[in-house]
């Protein structure tokens, strides 16, 4: 596994240990859990203006690719 440093301003990172510490659990826990859903998210939202592109300029590609 590859780790990460991430520069926390300390009002961001006493957040992240009050709610950690609320939670029971570690405050990496919480990042990887906040990146995972960042990801997903945003894995969405690309995948949405792909599928508009790629809808708008359907007649277009279909003669790139004959």
Same mark, same amino acid.
């Given at each position: 596994?590859?780790?990460?440093?991430? &520069?926390? #301003? &300390?009002?961001?990172?006493?957040?992240? #240990? #009050?709610?950690? /510490?609320?939670?029971?659990?570690? &405050?990496? =826990?919480?990042?990887?859990?906040?990146? $995972? $859903?960042?990801?997903? =998210? =945003?894995?969405?939202?690309? $995948?949405?203006?792909? =599928?508009?592109?790629?809808?708008?300029?359907? /007649?277009?590609?279909? $003669?790139?690719?004959?």
């Amino acid at each position: 596994m590859h780790r990460l440093t991430l &520069p926390l #301003d &300390p009002a961001t990172r006493q957040s992240l #240990d #009050d709610l950690a /510490d609320a939670q029971g659990r570690a &405050p990496e =826990e919480l990042v990887l859990e906040a990146v $995972r $859903r960042y990801l997903i =998210e =945003e894995g969405l939202v690309v $995948r949405a203006a792909a =599928e508009r592109l790629a809808g708008a300029h359907a /007649d277009l590609l279909r $003669r790139l690719g004959e």
